[in-house]
């Protein structure tokens, strides 16, 4: 004989803990999507009022998933960090340095060119300090093996340490936020500028994938960078 035994309510599936549970990875992914699009356009003066309005969302929502602008910052930019990290190490594979330059500085600089957060964050911040540490321990060795096998094939200017890096990153960056309004691919055009005064010999030159701006365009970026740096 069967017996049958009545289900308890502990065995009924909570549906309302479930739904619970989509809404708030539904409202995570909100609030890490306008995160991105805030901080890759205007840095790290956003605030979590701007992601949350920004979002959609009710300011309490926001602060529930991240209760501070720094773990909002480090769910971020975690990946973005473990992708600079591969960038360096992938350019080292390269038997050719000066291939393997150009990858490191091509990918490199399109990541912190379009992410002017990521951008902050690199060539520093408050936010991120032990984990940039970690960047820095693991980024810094296979960027100067490479600059040391580019200069030793001959390709790469002696004079180039592997300290100006970040500094091509941070001109990368500064000539698309005075200009990327107006030519939004425009960095990739003084990129192929520096470049060329990379290389050991100038027999051939970069070819540019960018015109240079027009007089209305140069006129219409200093009209809107001034603006943007008085406001």
């Known amino acids: 004989m069967i017996k049958h035994r009545l289900l308890s309510a ?3 599936p909570d549906r309302n803990e479930r739904a619970l549970r989509r809404d708030a990875e539904e409202n995570r992914d909100r609030i890490l999507k306008a995160a991105h699009e805030l901080f890759a356009a205007k840095g790290l003066g956003v605030t979590l009022d701007d992601v949350a309005h920004h979002a959609r969302l009710g300011v309490g929502t926001v602060y529930r998933r991240f209760p501070n602008k720094e773990s ?9 960090i473990i992708e600079l990290i591969d ?12 291939e393997g330059f150009l990858f490191l500085m091509g990918n490199m600089l399109t ?16 936010y991120l300090k032990q984990r940039l540490t970690d960047l ?9 093996a490479l600059v040391a096998k580019a200069q030793g094939q001959g390709s790469l200017r002696p004079d180039f340490r592997a ?10 960056g500064a000539a698309q ?7 939004p691919e425009i960095w990739k055009r003084f990129v192929a500028i520096l470049i060329d005064g990379l290389k050991a010999s100038r027999g051939s030159l970069t070819p540019m994938s960018e015109d240079a701006l027009d007089p209305d365009q140069l006129h219409q970026a200093m009209v809107r960078w001034k603006t943007r740096r008085h406001a």
């Open 177 to 183: 936020e005075y200009c990327g309004v107006v030519s």
């Open 10 to 12: 502990e065995d009924v």
């Open 87 to 98: 960038i360096a190490r992938k350019s080292l594979a390269f038997q050719d340095g000066w």
């Open 163 to 172: 300290n100006d890096v970040p500094v091509l990153m941070a001109m990368a």
């Open 136 to 144: 820095k321990a693991e980024v810094g060795p296979p960027i100067e």
């Open 72 to 80: 909002l910052v480090e769910a971020l930019f975690e990946q973005r």
């Open 111 to 126: 990541l912190e060119a379009e992410n002017r957060g990521l951008r902050d964050v690199i060539l520093g911040s408050e």
